[in-house]
């Protein structure tokens, strides 16, 4: 299947949700969603292991726009194409999509304490990366993350000793 | 009573040579050498020769670390009596192409089983301090001890049968110029192998796979006690090797021969060593009662069958 | 926490990591076991996690380089590339031919090194040391390779953003050839312990075996993915660089166990032999670099390569500043992780490192906060007293 | 396992014992360097045109370019060897290839860093560049 083949079965399988999918590069596509449609769109994109989730980005536009957008990159041989959902920074959340990808548990588990981003569902909240006593409600990818309130606490837990 | 044969030669014994001091400093030789020659066979270069002397030497001046749960007067003794285990055993092996020491009938089971008191230890040892990979690596060290036993006397058997007799010293005087690896080259292959089970070498060294269990049971030790276990285990690996040399290579010889004969043994051991895998534990066990055993007795059988022809 | 009180009853959990023999880096693992069978596992990661993507936001292309190049020890060029190539293709500029050869040269390069070191500690955790120290000491031959081509042994960085440092002279070329004729006999020989040594078999055959299926459910990427019989590998499907003018044979295996991945990375290091002889053979005339804009373009770029691991994603944002504003990474082992938890799990207790290994597990690579742990009870220590204390250490 | 063989690498295995052994024997037999290797920086202060390019793309901020007067071409370069990765985007970055990596100084470990803090200049520049605040106008570049 050639990219641009790709392409086509890619604008084809995100018919149902949307036209606003834009060809940003030769091989890349965006395809802007509404948050409630991740689910059926990922669903749809990976039907038939037509592509894989590669990845999930999350980005913060700042506080001024008061947003997070985040990605969900699907490859199928060349082609990339991004599933982009924006959120509010105020309440993000976005639903699992562990239940039809079950390796995109590490992603999320990334995506929520990095950025604080809710991921409603998702089977292992726990941390993933950062240290077990990073403090609660910092998120250091956030763009208004101020490294002073990460306090490092080291405690003596006499289990551990 | 002839006091300087009937005490001071038997404490001489014990202490001294051929038992005691001359057994670890010749362990730790081995060990030495054993390594050496891996290292060789691997094209690396290998420790020097003080090596091992030095890590003992670091170790007795560690500090020990006794774990909290663990009983600390079994913590501290299980070292000892198994290294006391293997040093009595010493005494029943003829050494450096002498005679044994001491010599009674049935003396080659209990130098075996005497062999296994250090096995046994390490594996309580393991047990007591209540480790993780402790308790795991005992569990494997007791597997594979149960494993590599019945094989290894079954294989030490047929010398015992041809020879009528349970005495080393009176196997070793029919040995005698015999060469028994030739008439008996399945029992001594079983031999060998068993033994490389014992000393948890290579491909049996799954008690102590240091990629999966760390140190096995041994884990928790550090300072003296490692030390100790250390020592026992290169007195084993003298004491074992010496056995089936002096069984299956002829009886005893002058000490330069022996030198060779041991030098020999330990190339093979080296060479088996590095050319294999570690096995998984329920490998190993698979392996000796569905192999090894298996062909230990068809050895007996054939041995008994052969001397009623004969006789 | 190892010397907890065990009670028959409760569960036997044994923790691998952050310091474990196994593991040469920290990653924590806890395994339920009952007798040797393993019946859950679970994973810690974030051992070696250095806040990477947020340092490049505070920092320029050129100095994010080489910070991304030390997001892997093993891999760097795979990472200093994909981050070339990102940037790149986000100003507009396309390296000259010359420049993108060598990249191929020195990646293929690199991926012999990570493969032979791969098949070393692989062997490693199978007890398995002659074939540890012998594929070890001819990894040497190609680490001096490298070393003579970019003057490193291991953070190569061989790239600039808009091409290459390093040339390759004829001499140069000479010597490469005569060290991959070398390498290429040796990996043959190890290809054929890797198939037929039957005590290595018995701990790599129908061990940690993954279905086609299963590795497209779980989305592993790279040798791991391809000895389950999934043919893909970026080299061929969306080629980068100079791949376009040297295509490559992808591998691939039915079997999916230790042993297929054995194979596979064995055969691959071969196959990288062919494609380094052809890049020295084929190699452009011209420049080694081109002009670059340091204030890069608004926009967005994804660069996806395969590095020895598996597919390496790079996603970048810039706001029009000679500095990004996101930057994400996403490396293989963290899509091949959820796989290790998958297997294990029935595993045999002594399989687990060798499933483990199984997907070349790159924890530095995972984990991209500073700790300062402390002797003395609690102690609180804030980013700026740890920036400070930084300073004062290196001043 | 029809082709399951024993001892498949017997004879590297045996081979080796008749070999020397692979290890280098570092302290004592030192190889040469390789022409590329990247090692300790050396600065060519007759051919530098003070620009600050280096420091300014030094991912780790190894460099300091401290401009005593630029017409006179008085420069002072200030380089942290135990902060500088050897990367060699200095050099990359030079336009007139004042900076280039020694490959015969590499064996840079010491017990502490009292060697690696370098001054380079002439004398007299290093002493005006280090004075607290110049008074002739010109503001030290970081």
Partial sequence: MSTEERIAEARARLAPFTDAVEEAAPDRLNAPLPVEQLLPAAAALIEGQWSYLTTITGTDLGPEAGEFEVLYHFSSGALVTTVRVRIPRDEPAVPSVCGLIPAASFYERELMEMFGIVVEGTPNPDRLFLPDDWPVGVYPLRKDFDPSEATVVIEKDPAND | ?311 | MINGNVKPAEKFVVPIGPQHPALKEPGHFELTIDGETVTAASARLGYAHRGIEKGAESRSYVQTLYMMERVCGICSHIHGTAFSLVVEKLAGVEAPPRAQAIRVLVAELERIHSHLLWVGVGAHEAGFDALFMYSWRDREVVMDILEALTGNRVNYSANVLGGVKCDVTPEAAETILKGVDFLEERARQYLEVVQSDAMFLRRTRGVGTMTREEALTLGVVGPTARASGVTQDLRKDAPYAAYPDFPINVITETAGDLEARFIVRVKETIESCRIIREVLANLPEGELTTRMPRRVKEGEAIVRLEAPRGEVFYYVQSDGTDTAKRVKVRTPTIANMASVLHLSVGHQLADVPMILAGIDPCFSCNDRSVRLTSAHGNDVWTWEKLRQHGIEAYR | MSNAKLATMFRDVFGSLGKKPATELYPFVRTEAPAHLRGHVVWNSETCTGCGLCAKDCPSNALEMIVVDRKAKRFVMRYRLDQCTFCAQCAASCNQDSIALSHEQWELAALTRDGYHFIWGKPDDIAEALAPKSDNGDKPEA
């Fill in chain 2, 1 to 311: 009573m002839n006091f300087f044969a009937d005490v001071i030669q038997p404490i001489l014994a014990l202490l001294v040579f051929p038992g005691g001091l001359f057994v670890l400093a010749l362990g730790l030789v081995y060990l030495w050498v054993n390594r050496k020659l891996v290292a060789r066979l691997q094209n690396r270069i290998g420790p020097r020769w003080f090596q091992p002397v030095a890590d003992v030497v670091r170790l007795f001046v560690k500090e020990e670390i006794i774990p909290e749960d663990a009983n600390p007067a079994l913590f501290v003794a299980l070292p000892i009596v198994g290294l006391a285990g293997v040093l009595t055993a010493s005494l029943y092996v003829p050494l450096f192409g002498m005679a044994a020491p001491f010599s009674y009938p049935g003396d080659l089971i209990v130098t075996v089983y005497l062999l296994s008191l250090l096995t046994l230890c390490i594996g309580l040892a393991g047990a007591n301090s209540t480790g993780r990979f402790s308790l795991v690596g005992v569990t494997r060290t007791l597997t594979q001890m149960f494993s590599y036993e019945a094989p290894f006397l079954l294989a030490l058997l047929s010398p015992a049968i041809i020879a009528q007799t349970w005495q080393i010293s009176e196997i070793i005087a029919y040995a005698d110029g015999r060469w028994l690896m030739f008439t008996h080259p399945i029992s001594f292959v079983i031999a060998i192998i068993a033994l490389m089970g014992k000393l948890e070498m290579p491909p049996f060294d799954a008690p102590e796979a240091e990629t999966e269990i760390v140190a096995g049971a041994m884990t928790e030790y550090s300072g003296r006690g490692l030390a100790l276990f250390k020592l026992g285990h290169g007195a084993e690996l003298v004491i074992g090797v010496a056995l089936v040399t002096a069984l299956f290579m002829g009886g005893t010889a002058n000490p330069l021969i022996w030198l060779a004969q041991t030098a020999v043994m330990l190339l093979v051991l080296s060479l088996v060593q590095v050319l294999m895998a570690r096995l998984r534990i329920d490998q190993t066990v698979g392996l000796w009662w569905r192999y090894g055993s298996v062909l230990a007795i068809v050895q007996i059988v054939i041995l008994i069958v052969w001397e009623r022809i004969v006789a």
